[in-house]
C-alpha cells in the first residue's frame, strides 16, 4: 500500500469550485496532468483539494512529493523512493524500486513543485509508462514537456470587473481577501462604503491569492484605503509557516526569475514597461525579432500570460509580477526600452488613425482600445522626458478614437500638455502644425464636453496658427484648415448662429474637395454635408435637410464609414419620422447597430431616446413598453458611462423625450416602470441592441391616436 501524506490545510481553498471540478474531471482520463500557472496562484492547494477529493479513486493510496528544497534533477526518483517508505536508491535503481513497488498499484502520485528540475520530466514519463495504472499531479510553473502531459492551467482568482457591490462581493479574490482579513479583524466587512477599494486592492494583486494572503492581514492595522496605497510593504512578509521563497512576493518571483537564462531575463525586465498587455509583432517593432523563443520561455514559466481577446495572442503580466520586473530595470535600461515602447506606439496609432475614417473602423478601433493604456503610457513618457513632438504625434493620431470611444476627458487632458509645452514655438517648418493639430484635438475633446467656448477658442486659435506658419507642407495645412473651419460649423450650430454654420460647413466642404484621398479630405466632405444638412432642419428646410443627409449618407457608405453613416441617419430618421415612422424606425435601428460595432456609446444614447420617442406614442401591450422603458434605461447608462453627450450637434428633443417618458410611465405604473428601467440600466450593451432590432413598426390601426402627454 502506498501511504496517505498529503498536507492539512488549515484554510478553507476558496474560489475554485470550477476549477477543482474539471481537474477531477481531467484525472480521471489521463495519466500525467500538470498544474502550471504563475507563483503563488494556488498550484499546490488545488493539487491537494484534488487529491483529497479523488481518494475513492485510487484504493492503493496517494503519496505527495514536495520537491522545492531540491537543487538537482536527479534527486527526484530517490525523493520518491523516501516518500514511499523503500530503502535509499540513487540513479536507475530509484526507477527500479519505484516501478517494482507500485507495479500494478492503482495509485496517485502528488509532485509539488517541480520548476526548476525539469530534466527530470523524462524519468517521471517512463514511470507512468512502466507503471499502467499510476496517476502523476504534478505541481510546475511551466509544463514538464513530456509525450502524455496534459497541462491544466491555475489562473489567479477572478477580480471584480466593476465597483458595485454586489459585484464585488460575488468576486473570488475579495471572498479570499475577506475571510483572511476577519481572520485577524474578526468586525471586517466588505460593504458599500470600501467595496470600491477592496475591488482595486484585488485588482493590484492581480487577483494572486498568495498576494491576497500576505495583504489580507495587514487589515489588522491599517484601512483598506491605506492599504491600497502601501501594497508593496504589505507583500513584504507573511507567515513564518510558509517556505521561504513564499513568504513574500518579491521572493515568490526571485525564484521563478532565477529559473530563467538571461536573454529570457533580460526580456522580463523590459516587458515591464507594457502597460495593460501586447501583441507580439508590437513586441517585435520595440524589441526587434528573435524575441519569440524567450517569449514563449516566459509563458511556460507563467510569468506572462496569454488570452485571445480578438482571436489573436495578446500576451500580459500580472501587476505584482510586472512591478518585480520594473524594480530589477537598471536607469539605463528603462530608458532605452520607454524611447524604444513609445516610438512602435507612435508607428501603431499612425497606421490605425486613417482607418477610423473608413471599412476597416471597428477593428481598428478595437485594436487601438486594446493597445490604449500603452498608448497612455507611452505618452506620459514623452511628456516626461521632454520629447513633446513624439506626445503630439501621439495625440494627432489618437483623437479620433478617444471622441468615438468616449475617452475625452483623458484626450483633453493629454492635448492640453501637448498645447501647453508647445506654446510659443516658432511658427515655421516642418514643425509649424505640431501646436496647431494639438490644438485641433483640443477643440474636438472640448467640443465633445459640452465646453463650446473653449473648443471655439482652439479652433479660431489653430486656423489662425495655420494661416500663419509658413515651410509647411500646403496639404497638411489645408487639411488642418478644413477641420479648424468645419469645428468652427458645429460651434456655430449648437450656438444658435444657423447662418455662419452654413458658410462654414461649406467652406469646409469646399476647401476639402482640394484634398487628396488618404488625407482627412474626403472624411470632412460627408461630415459637413451632414451637419449641412442639421442646418437645414434647424432652419426649417426639411427638402434641403433631407438633400444634404442622403448625399452624406451615400459617400459614407461608398467608403465604409460608419461614424458618418449614423450622423446621417439619425437626421433622416427625424425628417421621416412624421411621415414614415417606419422608414425611421429601420434608419434608428441600423444607427444602433453601426454604435455597437463602433463601441461608440454617447452614439448609442442619442439612437436609443429616439427611437424610444419615435415608439412611444402607440407602444402597444405590456411587453413592448417594458422594452421601450429598458432601452431608456441602457441609453441612460450608455450616457452615464462616457459622461457626456459627446455628439453634440445631433438635434435632440428633450420635451419630446420628457412626453415618452409619461406615456410609458403610466402605461406600466410607477413600480414596474422603475423595474424595468433598473434592469435596461443593468443590461449588457449587445441585449440592448437585440431588444431595439426586435420593435416593430405600428400599423396605422395599432397607433391610433396619439396620446395626450
Known amino acids: 500500500m502506498v501511504p496517505d501524506a498529503l498536507p492539512l490545510a488549515t484554510t478553507p481553498l476558496l474560489g475554485r469550485s470550477d476549477d477543482l471540478e474539471r481537474l477531477l474531471d481531467v484525472l480521471g482520463r489521463e495519466r500525467l496532468v500538470t498544474l502550471t500557472g504563475t507563483g503563488g496562484v494556488g498550484k499546490t492547494r488545488l493539487a491537494v483539494a484534488a487529491a483529497l477529493a479523488a481518494a475513492d479513486r485510487f484504493p492503493d493510496g496517494t503519496v505527495f512529493v514536495p520537491l522545492a528544497v531540491l537543487d538537482d534533477a536527479a534527486a527526484v526518483l530517490p ?345 510659443g514655438s516658432p511658427l515655421e517648418g516642418p514643425a509649424a502644425l505640431v501646436p496647431v493639430r494639438a490644438r485641433i484635438a483640443l477643440g474636438a475633446m472640448a467640443f465633445a464636453q459640452g465646453d463650446f467656448a473653449a473648443a471655439s477658442g482652439s479652433w479660431a486659435r489653430a486656423l489662425a496658427d495655420a494661416e500663419r506658419a509658413v515651410g509647411v507642407d500646403p496639404v497638411e495645412r489645408d487639411e488642418a484648415r478644413a477641420n479648424c473651419i468645419a469645428g468652427a460649423g458645429i460651434c456655430a450650430q449648437v450656438g444658435g448662429d444657423l447662418a455662419a454654420a452654413a458658410q462654414a460647413h461649406r467652406r469646409a466642404i469646399e476647401l476639402a474637395l482640394t484634398l487628396p484621398p488618404d488625407t482627412y479630405g474626403p472624411w470632412i466632405v460627408r461630415l459637413n454635408r451632414v451637419w449641412l444638412g442639421t442646418v437645414h432642419w434647424r432652419a426649417g428646410d426639411a427638402a434641403a435637410a433631407r438633400h444634404e443627409a442622403e448625399s452624406g449618407l451615400a459617400l459614407a457608405r461608398r467608403d465604409g464609414d460608419r461614424l458618418a453613416t449614423f450622423l446621417a441617419l439619425y437626421n433622416l430618421a427625424q425628417a421621416d419620422a412624421g411621415t414614415d415612422p417606419t422608414r425611421a424606425l429601420r434608419h434608428l435601428q441600423e444607427g444602433i447597430e453601426l454604435s455597437e460595432q463602433m463601441g461608440d456609446l454617447a452614439n448609442l444614447a442619442y439612437f436609443l431616446e429616439a427611437l424610444v420617442v419615435l415608439r412611444a406614442p402607440g407602444a402597444g401591450g405590456g411587453e413592448d413598453v417594458a422594452a421601450l422603458v429598458r432601452l431608456l434605461g441602457a441609453a441612460s447608462a450608455a450616457r452615464e458611462t462616457v459622461g457626456f453627450e459627446v455628439h453634440n450637434y445631433y438635434l435632440s428633443d428633450s420635451v419630446e423625450r420628457e412626453a415618452a417618458e409619461a406615456r410609458l410611465r403610466a402605461a406600466l405604473g410607477e413600480e414596474r416602470y422603475a423595474r424595468e428601467l433598473a434592469a435596461g440600466r443593468r443590461a449588457p450593451v449587445a441585449e440592448s441592441v437585440r431588444t431595439a432590432g426586435r420593435v416593430r413598426p405600428l400599423t396605422a390601426a395599432a397607433a391610433g391616436p396619439t396620446p395626450a402627454s
Not at 492503482?106 to 507512468?128: I, P, S
Not at 510558509?242 to 521572493?251: D, G, I, S, V
Request: proline fraction near 6%; aromatic fraction near 6%; charge should be neutral.
Open 79 to 423: 525523493a520518491v523512493v523516501r516518500a514511499l517508505g523503500l530503502p535509499a536508491a540513487e540513479g536507475p535503481h530509484a526507477l527500479a524500486a519505484v516501478v517494482a513497488h507500485l507495479g500494478t498499484s492503482r495509485a496517485l502520485l502528488v509532485l509539488d513543485n517541480c520548476e526548476h528540475l525539469l530534466d527530470a520530466a523524462v524519468d517521471v514519463a517512463a514511470l507512468v509508462r512502466r507503471c499502467p495504472q499510476l496517476v502523476v499531479l504534478a505541481t510546475s510553473r511551466a509544463p514538464l514537456r513530456v509525450s502524455g502531459e496534459v497541462e491544466h492551467r491555475v489562473a489567479p482568482l477572478r477580480v471584480p470587473a466593476g465597483t458595485a457591490v454586489e459585484d464585488v462581493l460575488g468576486a473570488p479574490a475579495v471572498q479570499l481577501f475577506a475571510e483572511r482579513a476577519r481572520a485577524v479583524a474578526p468586525a471586517f466587512v466588505v460593504d458599500e462604503r470600501n467595496a470600491a477599494v477592496v475591488a482595486d486592492i484585488c485588482r493590484a494583486l492581480g487577483g494572486i491569492p498568495l498576494a491576497i494572503e500576505l495583504a489580507a492581514p495587514r487589515i489588522r492595522v491599517l484601512g483598506p484605503a491605506e492599504l491600497l496605497s502601501r501594497l508593496d510593504h504589505a507583500l513584504s512578509s507573511g507567515p513564518r509557516d510558509l517556505p521561504a521563497r513564499q513568504r513574500t512576493m518579491r521572493a515568490t518571483l526571485d525564484w521563478s526569475y532565477g529559473l530563467l537564462d538571461e536573454p529570457s531575463r533580460r526580456l522580463y525586465r523590459r516587458l515591464s514597461v507594457f502597460t495593460g498587455g501586447w501583441t507580439l509583432p508590437v513586441l517585435e517593432d520595440v524589441e526587434g525579432p528573435g524575441v519569440l523563443e524567450q517569449l514563449e520561455a516566459l509563458v511556460e514559466t507563467s510569468l506572462v500570460s496569454v488570452s485571445f481577446p480578438d482571436g489573436e495572442p495578446r500576451y500580459a503580466m500580472l501587476v505584482p509580477t510586472q512591478q518585480h520586473a520594473r524594480r530589477l530595470l537598471g536607469d539605463d535600461e528603462l530608458a532605452e526600452v520607454s524611447r524604444a515602447h513609445a516610438e512602435a506606439h507612435v508607428r501603431l496609432v499612425e497606421r490605425a488613425a486613417p482607418q477610423y475614417r473608413g471599412p476597416g473602423q471597428v477593428r481598428w478601433l478595437q485594436r487601438t482600445e486594446l493597445e490604449h493604456a500603452n498608448v497612455l503610457a507611452a505618452f506620459e513618457w514623452a511628456m516626461a522626458a521632454g520629447e513633446h513632438a513624439t506626445a503630439a504625434r501621439l495625440t494627432w493620431a489618437t483623437w479620433l478614437f478617444w471622441w468615438l470611444h468616449g475617452h475625452v476627458v483623458v484626450g483633453r487632458r493629454c492635448a492640453r500638455a501637448v498645447v501647453d509645452a508647445t506654446a
